[in-house]
């Protein structure tokens, strides 16, 4: 490996001699557009394969079920042994690294996710491969980022490049993955981003085009043209479509939840999680896996029976009973994803969400059907659903849009995508500002969101402002000891002590300095009754935002910071953190290419 990285960093060091620095990002974002869609292909063909497989076993009609609990297993099994006992997933690890680890990811991110993610889903586990994919493709980007010696900005386009390349590659959709990128990772884009985006979701597409057969990929023919008479039903289903995407919100986080903080052995939880999807696939056999075959047939109008192993949706008739069925789906498959993902499982809600929407529109539009006054479209308003319930779950209203349309090679559909996507997206933004992945960490300010301020303080780390080498008296000394320690030091506040080496208070020399004259005060004044509390106190790893705050509200210009055992770490200044505030903000306004 090691000479593998010297021959590309040669190589590298070559392109800087002969290349522009916009030049040299464009050769890099083609690098990575590559590796990430080859990666992408060979996930998608991993998965693909051993699904094939399955299906092939000719002993038992129901052997299949057993497989997403071996999968859950094997995956738990791979994560201990050889990843450390835990891995973060999906696009909240991509997000974090970007806000709190100056966008470097681990090199080890750009294998496991494939490796975890196929045993997962390969073998039926209900969850999807784009977060995976999102997540390999990123820590690709990164990594080439690093040997190539770019800077923060710079790593952050190319994080993001890899993402678009893996969308790009798995949906045969370079535009979706362009726009994916932009909507979700790079909270503040510039116009000289566009075109390293472009250039690696080609360069995913290609490889995805070349490689992939066509059965892997995820497209559709559209059988009816757009309908304008039918534009009250996508008004009403973008309704439906923003609150069953708070439904699955909602769900997904109180199982996989549930299932994530039980305190079962990790094995003994997949086997449950793994009984369970087994009863669910039993019920409802197009639960297992990805989804995307069945996904297929329900866009594509060819939907027409259904497999009702409990017999319970025998009392219907066939049109009422394929209602109910894909109704039920609707209702069960965020449980499916939440149990597969919280079981130790590796997976995200991209494919999820789109299975569900599909079904939605599906039985949406069956409901209106089996009424004799309304006929309308089954397989497109199951395309526009998908759009729907992936908008308003993942929060990329414009991806949704952009990926039904290139998926359906066309843009026929492209009035009733925007209709609905931005009506899911609209409700799930009125009851929640952040999507269900990333809530908790915008709300502790661990990733960027599109608050430009925010970000800036996100982006700064309390050790990086922090002044460590104030002194300290302990609160036992006299005046005269703390007229020797302003002798040789340059501060003009410091902290006290305690017998226990604890901090216990504050001396500003503005409030001593008329004592520091009456040499009879030296022996008998105490430092005890010199020191005051401070206006606030910060702890050690406090996010800046809270940090700001207490400045505001204090108007204090130092701010003593303490570790968790209330011992004095160093001090807080208001003129630095505004230095460093508007340090970032100039770095941030001048060109990403500046040589």
């Avoid at 083609?30 to 394969?49: C, E, F």
């Avoid at 019920?283 to 329900?298: D, H, I, Q, R, W």
């Avoid at 843009?411 to 009851?431: D, N, Q, R, T």
């Avoid at 010199?530 to 505001?552: H, T, Y």
Wanted: positive net charge; charged residues 15%; contains cysteine.
């Amino acid at each position: 490996m090691s000479s593998v990285k010297k021959i590309y960093q040669f190589f590298i060091s070559y392109l800087r001699t002969k290349l522009t620095r916009v030049q040299f990002v464009m050769v890099i974002a083609t690098l990575v557009g590559l590796v990430s869609g080859l990666a992408a292909v060979l996930l998608k063909t991993l998965v693909h394969y051993l699904q094939h497989w399955i299906e092939s076993i000719p002993v038992g009609g129901y052997l299949y079920l057993l497989f997403p609990a071996l999968g859950l297993v094997l995956c738990v099994f791979l994560v201990r042994q050889f990843f450390g006992g835990q891995i973060e997933k999906g696009l909240a690890m991509v997000l974090k690294a970007i806000a709190r680890k100056s966008s470097f990811i681990p090199m080890s991110h750009s294998y496991l996710h494939v490796i975890t993610s196929t045993v997962t889903v390969g073998l039926g586990g209900s969850a999807g491969l784009e977060a995976p994919i999102v997540a390999t493709g990123s820590a690709v980007g990164s990594n080439l980022a690093r040997v190539s010696d770019l800077n923060y900005p710079e790593r952050t386009l190319v994080i993001a490049c890899g993402a678009a390349a893996g969308i790009a590659a798995v949906f045969n959709a370079p535009i979706a993955g362009v726009i994916f990128a932009v909507e979700i990772l790079l909270a503040e884009t510039v116009v000289s981003y566009f075109i390293p985006l472009i250039i690696s979701s080609v360069a995913g597409v290609l490889c995805s085009k070349i490689i992939l057969q066509e059965d892997v990929l995820f497209n559709f023919r559209l059988q009816e043209q757009f309908d304008y008479r039918n534009v009250p039903f996508y008004i009403l289903l973008g309704v439906l479509a923003g609150f069953v995407s708070l439904y699955y919100a909602k769900v997904f986080k109180k199982v996989e939840g549930g299932l994530h903080h039980s305190k079962m052995n990790a094995y003994v939880k997949a086997v449950v999680a793994g009984l369970i999807l087994m009863i669910m696939c039993f019920l409802f056999p197009p639960l297992f896996g990805e989804g995307y075959t069945s996904v297929k047939a329900v866009a594509s109008g060819t939907l027409q029976t259904f497999t009702d192993n409990s017999r319970m949706l025998s009392i219907f008739d066939n049109n009422w009973g394929l209602f109910a069925f894909t109704a039920l789906i609707v209702l069960f498959k965020p449980i499916a994803a939440a149990v597969t993902i919280g079981g130790g499982g590796n997976g995200g809600n991209f494919a999820p969400s789109l299975f569900t929407g599909s079904y939605l529109g599906f039985a949406f539009s069956k409901l209106l059907n089996n009424t004799p006054w309304i006929k309308i479209p089954e397989g497109n308003f199951s395309l526009v659903g998908m759009a729907g319930v992936l908008s308003g779950v993942v929060y990329c209203p414009l991806t949704a849009v952009f990926l039904i349309a290139e998926i359906t090679n066309g843009y026929e559909l492209f009035i009733p995508l925007m209709i609905v996507s931005s009506i899911s997206f609209f409700i799930v933004k009125s009851y929640q500002p952040f999507s269900m992945e990333t809530r908790k960490l915008a709300m502790e300010g661990q990733i960027f969101t599109h608050k430009k301020e925010q970000n800036i303080l996100t982006s700064i780390r309390l050790e990086d402002i922090l002044t460590d080498v104030y002194e300290t008296i302990a609160i036992d000394k006299k005046l005269k000891d703390l007229v020797e320690l302003i002798k040789r030091s340059e501060k003009n506040i410091f902290a006290v002590t305690d017998t226990k080496g604890r901090f216990a208070g504050i001396i500003e020399l503005n409030d001593v300095k008329q004592k520091l004259f009456q040499a009879e005060l030296h022996e008998k004044v105490s430092v005890k009754s010199l020191m005051k509390r401070p206006a606030a106190i910060l702890e050690e790893g406090q996010d800046m935002s809270a940090v700001m705050e207490k400045f505001d509200i204090t108007q204090s210009w130092y701010l003593p910071v303490l570790d968790k055992e209330r011992k004095f770490v160093g001090f807080i200044s208001k003129t630095k953190l505004f230095n460093k505030y508007r340090e970032i903000l100039a770095q941030q306004a001048g060109d990403l290419y500046e040589s």
